[in-house]
């Protein structure tokens, strides 16, 4: 197969924990080739999405990324020669993010097999699609009104606020009932009321993890990521110093994970990480989920591999 990647500069990965990088390396170990594209190497003309293209060659491992790959001269390759685009560019989902998923929509207009489905990136915020499952979701609440988020606090009594369009933790605040803060957060968050944002009760297992459950063709990989947060510290995430403990799914978490798998591949979501903090969902992550490197390293099982598999079982 010829496999497209659309990714953030090669030299700002990390590439002994990108989940990109290990799918690249399992597909060019089953002698797949390989393509890289930023964003602003795609492009429409002459009536068809292109993108500017280079083939990529993956080096060793090196401990601090450097030198891990080598690529060609760019060429122009319409995106409906390639077997599959895979749209792995990191958030923030601006409207640059947007402007790519109309050019790839456009491509799969053409033939193009883009994943994940461009249309079904745009339909599912990360944080706000959980309201398509709330059955599953923790007490949660979408506003930009003061005087809601604080009833909500008033009902709850310890609360999480966050961004709609955030990542790795960032504005991200625990509040309680008599924080003298809450006035100035909330108008941090909402801008004064001009900008939704989302409130959900705090779930205090956060201390034993926010699991991370990937999905992949709508089946869930049997190992999740608890990312437990560091002390004195309410975020489970990586980048500000949780740590990653890979651990079998429980019950409940299976139960989440069959529930919406094949409802978010028939989507056309080939790969989502869902959070799960405790027994609730959390967020459903699209763009470019991440923990395959930890849970394939604490656990031998292949995640990669697993999506290779799904690759080449696509129809053709």
């Known amino acids: 197969m010829r496999l497209a990647f659309v990714l953030d500069h090669l030299d700002s990965i990390k590439t002994r924990k990108d989940s990109s990088v290990a799918i690249m390396r399992e597909a060019a170990a089953r002698g797949h080739t390989l393509f890289s594209m930023q964003q602003g190497d795609l492009a429409w003309q002459r009536g068809n999405t ?10 060793g491992e090196d401990p601090q990324g450097r030198l891990w790959y080598r690529v060609d001269e760019s060429e122009e390759i319409p995106l409906q020669e390639f077997d599959a685009v895979l749209m ?34 745009r339909d599912h915020n990360e944080k706000l699609a959980v309201a398509k499952f709330p ?3 923790v007490e949660t609440l979408v506003t930009r009104s003061e005087s809601l988020l604080r009833h909500f606090l008033e009902e709850h009594d310890d609360i999480i606020l966050k961004p709609l369009d955030g990542m790795g933790g960032a504005s991200v605040f625990r509040v309680h009932q008599g924080d003298h803060n809450i006035g100035v957060i909330i108008e941090t968050l ?4 001009t900008k939704t944002i989302m409130a959900q009760r705090y779930i205090h297992e956060i201390t034993q993890g926010d699991k991370r459950i990937l999905l992949i063709a709508g089946e869930p990989v049997p190992y999740t990521l608890a990312r437990i947060p560091r002390p ?3 975020r489970g995430n990586l980048n500000v110093g949780a740590t990653g403990i890979a651990q079998p799914l429980s019950p409940r978490d299976r139960e989440i994970a069959e529930a919406l798998g094949p409802a978010l591949f028939n989507e056309g979501l080939m790969l989502v990480g869902l959070d799960v903090i405790g027994d ?18 604490q656990t031998g099982f ?3 591999g697993m ?3 799904a690759l080449e079982k696509m129809p053709r």
């Not at 560019?89 to 993010?97: G, I, L, S, V």
């Open 50 to 59: 292109v993108g500017f293209a280079r083939t990529l060659e993956l080096a």
């Open 88 to 121: 792995r560019k990191d958030p923030p989902f601006d409207m640059e993010y947007i402007y790519s998923t109309y050019l790839l929509e456009l491509a799969e207009t053409r033939g193009a097999h883009v994943i994940n489905s461009p249309r079904a990136i």
């Open 135 to 137: 059955e599953y979701a």
């Open 190 to 193: 909402t801008h004064y009321g």
């Open 232 to 234: 004195g510290e309410f």
């Open 280 to 297: 609730y969902l959390t967020e459903i992550n699209v763009t470019s989920p991440t923990g395959m490197r930890e849970i394939s390293d």
């Open 302 to 304: 292949n995640v990669a």
């Open 307 to 309: 999506m290779v598999d």
